[in-house]
């Protein structure tokens, strides 16, 4: 029988983050604390300087804290060596940025599969994936284009898709409508709900909109630095 503590996918345990600039130090998290369930859909809120983002990318690994711990299914990441991270990062963790980052001159297939490639895996091996996850996200029929010839809500569909591609067992999102029109963003927004809710994925996204957060079962304020 599973317990809650078998379905904790992500537990953040008294995080501190401190920035420092010559002799001054600024304390941008305070003794955080939080746990999301595997399956959860949590928008991370604030405002600007909150700490927000900060948290997010000490929950994903992309960043250290200061002090505390986080723990992805059980392992303390912030005791692993950087191989040990890395490999977390590409395996078990998929990123959603404001900004697409795709390569200008691959095309869809080739930007969603990157991730895949620089970690020695064969695209042919993943045929059967891609097709999948190019149908999820809507762009099947625009497998060979290159993101100059895509509009920014299906960059951001490449993006959503490349983050996939490897089945990772949290997504993380930051800002994924930011750079979106209103309508486009709502797509995004509605693209997200339906992985969460049809693969069961876990998402873990930072936003300012209350219109995108929404779209998620959980809404996390931070505010100063802490959990409100």
């Known amino acids: 029988m599973k317990t809650l503590i078998d379905n904790i996918a992500i537990e953040g345990k008294n995080i501190v983050k401190d920035f420092g600039l010559g002799d001054t130090t600024t304390r941008v998290l305070k003794d955080v604390s939080l746990k999301v369930i595997q399956g959860d859909f949590v928008s991370v809120m604030g405002q600007s300087g909150s700490g927000k983002s900060t948290l997010l990318y000490i929950l994903g690994g992309l960043d250290a804290p200061t002090s505390g711990s986080v723990f992805i299914n059980g392992t303390d990441i912030s005791q692993l060596?950087?191989?040990?991270?890395?490999?977390?990062?590409?395996?078990?963790?998929?990123?959603?940025?404001?900004f697409y980052n795709l390569i200008p001159n691959l095309n869809l297939e080739e930007n969603i599969m990157l991730p895949l490639l620089l970690d020695g895996k064969k695209m042919r091996a993943y045929k059967k994936q891609l097709n999948y996850i190019l149908e999820v996200v809507g762009l099947s029929d625009r497998r060979k284009?290159?993101?100059?010839?895509?509009?920014?809500?299906?960059?951001?569909?490449v993006a959503i898709a490349r983050a996939l591609i490897g089945n990772p067992e949290i997504l993380f999102a930051d800002e994924p409508t930011g750079n979106l029109d209103s309508k486009t963003g709502a797509e995004i927004m509605s693209l997200l709900r339906d992985i969460n809710?049809?693969?069961?994925?876990?998402?873990?996204?930072?936003?300012?909109?209350?219109?995108?957060?929404?779209?998620?079962?959980?809404?996390?304020?931070?505010?100063?630095?802490?959990?409100?």
């Not at 890395?86 to 395996?91: A, L, T």
């Not at 284009?145 to 569909?157: D, M, V, Y």
Request: net charge positive; aromatic share 4%; proline share 2%.
């Open 81 to 98: 060596g950087d191989e040990k991270m890395s490999k977390i990062r590409r395996q078990k963790i998929g990123f959603v940025f404001q």
């Open 197 to 228: 809710k049809e693969r069961g994925q876990t998402i873990i996204m930072v936003t300012h909109s209350l219109e995108a957060a929404k779209s998620s079962s959980r809404v996390i304020t931070v505010r100063d630095g802490v959990i409100q």
């Open 145 to 157: 284009h290159t993101p100059r010839e895509l509009s920014g809500g299906q960059q951001q569909r």
